[in-house]
């Protein structure tokens, strides 16, 4: 049936092509063809990303539209869609799963999947890939990059070369030689200190990696300095996972200018808080009912424990509490600083029973709309409320402590 060599870890590597932009393109025949750059809302000043014709003028993600514009006077300003961008890749990433369930949503146009376990099913890795790649295109009418090989730097590597809508494969015996003569910041997950740091001690390609002693990179840089010394020569041991680390505090503060009393401002203050708790709970797939919502004024702390209906980590439902408490329990007295916990966290889904309703749909786009804002910075895309927010910063280790709780998780 097959001749095909078992691998002892197979991983599929999927990347959109110029995902916003292409989605763009796809909905609307107009931008076909055009060189077209994506901007958070009207007012942004940077392109967030841009289409494959914006490219080849020199026009780069996070590039001032100004300076695009002197690369490529026709580039057309789109305003990002983030609740399309979410549905489609909540879309496609639904369909991959049926490629294989090992599968990590890495960001919200990148997903690793896992086909070790599969390769009787394909008949060979390889396979594997052109059906993700078909699925994909089908479900979405938009195409992607796939990389394949034996650990996820190198498959993740491999994609990069396979760009636009190509796949390349790096067989597992060869990714050694593969790596050896690039340049080591090539490889993802080598940030420039780091790179600085090898370069320095006579690593500049990964084949200069096995003259330095694992022991030298794991003593300056622990396990992270372990995994680069394995990446280097093709055997990436990190796996494909689905979990995060459990957080060590689920609030969020900020400071305001003093005596602010404007209804719209402290609400824009706390909306603001509710997202960022609503998104570092959903990033530990956790969720919580019970908020403590405060605001500081000149003699103290306005507090109110607001009990949601069920368990949430949506931001739309917090907020619904944080406008009950500016209701019933501030006068318009002049605030300082704002603060919202989430309280008692648990796992999501834990106090899911029969009766309770909950919005699938609604979940896996706060999920995208997370990956987005990790890849493109917090808040690239956010609910059109919070876009005028303050830029002033959060509190780190708010003095506030309602009511003395036990520091959950
Ligand atoms: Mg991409």
């Not at 940077?46 to 001032?64: Q, W």
Request: hydrophobic letters at 35%; aromatic letters at 8%; a positive charge.
């Amino acid at each position: 049936m097959t001749n095909h060599v078992s691998w002892e870890r197979a991983i599929v590597f999927v990347d959109m092509d110029a995902f916003f932009a292409s989605i763009e393109q796809h909905d609307n025949p107009d931008l076909r063809g055009k060189p077209i750059g994506i901007t958070n809302g009207e007012i942004g000043t940077c392109f967030i990303t841009c289409s494959y014709e914006a490219r080849k003028h020199g026009v780069r993600t996070g590039m001032r539209i100004n300076q695009a514009r002197q690369l490529c006077p026709d580039i057309i300003q789109v305003p990002a869609r983030p609740y399309r961008y979410a549905q489609v890749s909540t879309e496609i990433m639904s369909e991959l799963k049926l490629v294989t369930p090992d599968i990590e949503v890495f960001s919200v146009d990148e997903a690793f999947l896992d086909v070790t376990r599969c390769q009787k099913i394909y008949q060979s890795p390889i396979e594997a890939g052109r059906l993700a790649k078909q699925l994909v295109y089908d479900i979405s009418g938009l195409t992607c990059s796939v990389g394949i090989s034996s650990d996820k730097t190198t498959a993740k590597h491999a994609a990069k070369k396979a760009k636009p809508n190509g796949l390349f494969t790096v067989l597992p015996w060869e990714t050694r030689d593969y790596l050896s003569v690039l340049p080591v910041t090539e490889l993802s997950g080598i940030a420039t200190g780091v790179g600085n740091y090898l370069n320095e001690r006579g690593v500049y390609v990964c084949g200069d990696m096995q003259h330095l002693p694992i022991g030298e990179l794991a003593s300056r840089f622990g396990n992270l300095g372990r995994r680069i010394w394995y990446m280097a020569q093709g055997q990436d041991p990190e796996p494909v996972k689905q979990n995060v680390a459990a957080p060590k505090s689920i609030g969020h503060g900020k400071v305001m200018p003093p005596n602010t009393s404007s209804l719209t401002a402290v609400k824009m203050y706390l909306h603001h808080m509710a997202e960022k708790v609503a998104a570092r709970l959903r990033k530990h797939q956790l969720e919580a009912q019970t908020y403590f919502i405060g605001v500081r004024i000149k003699d103290g702390w306005i507090t109110q424990k607001i009990q949601a209906h069920i368990a949430t980590n949506d931001g739309q439902q917090i907020k619904r509490l944080v406008n009950t408490f500016l209701r019933d329990i501030w006068q318009g007295q002049g605030c300082s600083q704002v603060q919202i916990t989430a309280l008692d966290p648990k796992d999501q889904g834990y106090q899911l029973s029969l009766f309770e309703y909950h919005d699938t749909q609604r979940e896996q786009i706060n999920l995208v709309m997370d990956k987005i804002n990790l890849r493109y910075g917090e808040f690239v895309l956010a609910p059109a409320n919070l876009l005028h927010r303050s830029q002033m910063p959060n509190v780190i280790a708010p003095a506030w402590k309602p009511f003395g709780h036990r520091k959950t998780v």
